[in-house]
């Protein structure tokens, strides 16, 4: 390896006394005050770089003076303890977000005649009976197997007895099971769902369904929330059943099933049932044998039900998710229930923990919540209830109108049959996409270390949100980007209510490769600045120009050292995994012919704890050897009248020396005995 280059300067700090007083002020020698420099940004002479486009220029040993401050990480979120739901019985950084817009709320609407039941569905810890009630002349029909009563019921004649949810194993589970050629679980938690609706000649109350897990301490034991899903099995598990049939297409557009969804609090008691939308989400992740679901929630999720909320109004989050006006956003419209992707056989957080890690930073991320989940009652595992990047999420987080919004995706390398293909529309129109493709055409072909090339694509794309986009993924070593696992966004429409401008913004996504999931700590990602990929274009045209360059190596050097912190992150770890740990051996017993175990489960939580310990020391050292970024040692002089001084907030005495970084910022503070000064250096 070649020597780095070390250069000592003296930061002479003069003070000179001016005669005639400003301001009415003691003369006292015991009077103090403090003066604190501009920042001074370190750098070397020129010289030919390692890494993308040349050394950034200096006019001088000292470097030159700004007046920007890094900025500083996001505030604090408060948990909302308000529950606004059906039931049956902050963020500093460079570039500012705009105010979005508040979604107004609809009124409930009156409910009619309706079948009653005794018991609200949910987790309970013993045994009971569940009595079902109409009005005068109506006959009750019901099912317990997830079917639609209307079809498939039976007549009500006495109390339904719920047991206790365990010993065999559900329908559900075996037929699955069986259709990819895998040995089921020998004992489930299977859980009773009683659909019931009533009628009286041709009047027709709509069904209500309500979901009982009988299992002692299951509340206690787990905390978790819980969400019960019934639908048609036919509809779900036979080969036309959308678990099965989406592996004939799992790159296609995903089949949506009316399905019937309930929550249960960390308590067990239920908090919301509506009728929703289910598919099933994912790609390559679906050749898992758990696989992830999308919810939507419509109003006419089921056109036969009157009175059906258009969203979940409950703060499944629980005071985490925020928009740009700093509000807490408490209902949604699109929710998923991820098996943690190509990690659900790991430590079932990885991607969830690197992009909670990554909040407040400029680029959007999907807050999360794990969960148990059933279907028709049997229990199908852990899971981490998502937000869903679409149209609703960044309407409710920016106040962008539909119609004005664009996502567009890059294709999956397993769908693809090019090396680079052009970004596709995730979400909008034929020919959204067309703007952004021809934008990264015109980086390729202009040099944009010239100001007017730059500009012209620096005022299409959040270059903060591009900048932390490659910083998050680099540092946690997510090999699988930028080829894939992209999304970019923006609004289109300059008259927007939003006030949002139209430039484009990226996103973070499926980061389940990083953390040490395929490669550790040590693992190089520099080369993925420039490696043939559409995104990497960008980015490589980008550090052509001098001021992109030393943005993004400050705003690296700023989320090492204030984000990206061992303590924060670990800490986040820990909560992350006790919160899980109760279940893991429960979804251990679920999933263990799909290689889950606890032991597994107990070493990937280690994996990832060691590679949050160790990983900024390698990552620097990489990014600054790709940059050609030598380390600096800066001598520290000042004359007696000098009381105290400090660098970035460390004492220092006059003649010692203190080692930094090209490219950081030092901010030099003193304090001296005298009213009026000046400063040099």
């Known amino acids: 390896m070649k020597s780095k280059l070390l250069i000592f300067f003296t930061v002479v700090l003069l003070f000179i006394f001016v005669g005639c007083a400003e301001e009415n002020q003691t003369n006292s020698p015991k009077s103090t005050n403090t003066i604190t420099s501009t920042n001074v940004i370190l750098s070397t002479p020129s010289s030919q770089s390692t890494g993308t486009g040349s050394n950034r220029p200096t006019d001088s040993v000292t470097g030159a003076i700004t007046s920007a401050e890094a900025p500083t990480p996001g505030g604090t979120s408060t948990p909302s303890n308000v529950i606004d739901a059906p039931v049956s019985g902050t963020t500093a950084s460079p570039t500012s977000k705009p105010t979005a817009k508040p979604t107004e709320k609809p009124t409930p609407t009156p409910q009619g005649p309706t079948v009653k039941f005794s018991a609200n569905g949910g987790i309970y810890s013993k045994a009971l009976e569940v009595k079902l009630t109409a009005d005068p002349g109506y006959t009750i029909y019901y099912t317990t197997d997830g079917s639609d009563p209307k079809t498939n019921g039976k007549k009500y004649s006495s109390p339904i007895k719920v047991q206790e949810s365990t010993g065999n194993v559900g329908y559900l589970t075996q037929s699955i099971a069986s259709s990819f050629r895998y040995a089921a679980p020998s004992s489930q938690i299977v859980g009773t769902t009683i659909k019931a609706y009533a009628k009286n000649g041709s009047n027709i109350i709509d069904t209500v369904t309500n979901t009982y897990i009988v299992s002692s301490d299951f509340a206690n034991n ?3 929330p819980s969400i019960s899903i019934s639908i048609k099995p036919t509809d779900f598990a036979t080969s036309s059943g959308i678990y099965v049939s989406v592996m004939n297409d799992p790159f296609g557009t995903k089949e949506r099933k009316v399905a019937f969804f309930e929550l249960f609090d960390r308590s067990g008691s239920k908090v919301a049932g509506q009728y929703i939308e289910l598919s099933m989400h994912g790609n390559g992740s679906l ?83 794990p969960a148990t989940v059933f279907i028709n009652g049997e229990f199908w595992g852990l899971y981490n209830i998502r937000e869903r990047y679409d149209a609703k999420y960044f309407e409710s987080h920016y106040g962008v109108l539909e119609e004005n919004f664009v996502m567009l995706e890059a294709p999956s390398p397993l769908k693809s049959n090019t090396s680079k293909p052009p970004y596709e529309v995730n979400d909008g129109l034929p020919g959204d996409e067309v703007p952004f493709n021809n934008l990264v055409s015109y980086a390729r072909n202009h040099d944009l270390s010239n100001a007017t090339y730059y500009n012209y694509v620096a005022n299409q794309v959040d270059v903060d949100s591009l900048i932390d986009f490659y910083i998050c993924n680099l540092y946690f070593c997510n090999i699988d980007w930028p080829s894939n696992n992209i999304k970019v966004w923006r609004n289109k429409n300059p008259e927007d209510p939003s006030g949002l401008d139209t430039k484009w913004r990226f996103v973070l996504l499926d980061m389940d490769h990083g953390c040490s999931y395929a490669n550790d700590y040590k693992f190089d990602m520099m080369n993925r600045i420039n490696n043939n990929s559409i995104l990497s274009d960008l980015m490589y045209a980008l550090l052509a120009n001098n001021g992109f360059k030393q943005k993004f190596i400050d705003r690296f050097d700023y989320v090492t050292k204030n984000i990206f912190t061992v303590n924060k992150m670990t800490a986040l770890l820990d909560d992350m995994s006790k919160e899980i740990r109760p279940i893991v051996s429960l979804h251990s017993q679920r999933w263990s012919t799909s290689g889950f175990s606890t032991s597994k489960w107990n070493s990937e939580i280690s994996k990832i704890k060691t590679f949050l310990e160790n990983r900024t020391h390698y990552a620097t050292k990489q990014f600054n050897e790709y940059f050609n970024l030598a380390p600096i040692n800066i001598g520290i002089t000042f004359s007696d009248g000098i009381s105290s001084a400090t660098v970035n907030s460390k004492s220092v005495s006059s003649g010692s020396t203190v080692a930094y970084s090209v490219g950081e910022k030092v901010t030099l503070k003193a304090t001296v005995k005298s009213k009026i000064i000046k400063m040099c250096y």
């Not at 044998?289 to 109004?313: C, E, H, T, W």
């Not at 700093?326 to 419209?333: F, G, L, M, P, T």
């Open 287 to 369: 050749g898992n044998q758990q696989k992830s679901f999308r919810m939507y929630f419509k109003k006419d999720a089921n056109p036969d039900v009157l009175n059906n909320p258009g969203k979940l109004k409950y703060d499944i989050f629980e005071g985490r998710v925020y928009d740009s006006s700093n509000e807490n956003i408490d209902s949604y419209k699109r929710l998923l229930l991820r098996n943690s992707g190509n990690d659900c056989t790991c430590s079932m957080l990885r991607d969830a923990l690197m992009q909670r890690i990554c909040k407040g930073m400029n680029v959007d991320y999907m807050e999360t919540q």
């Open 222 to 224: 787990y905390n978790l």
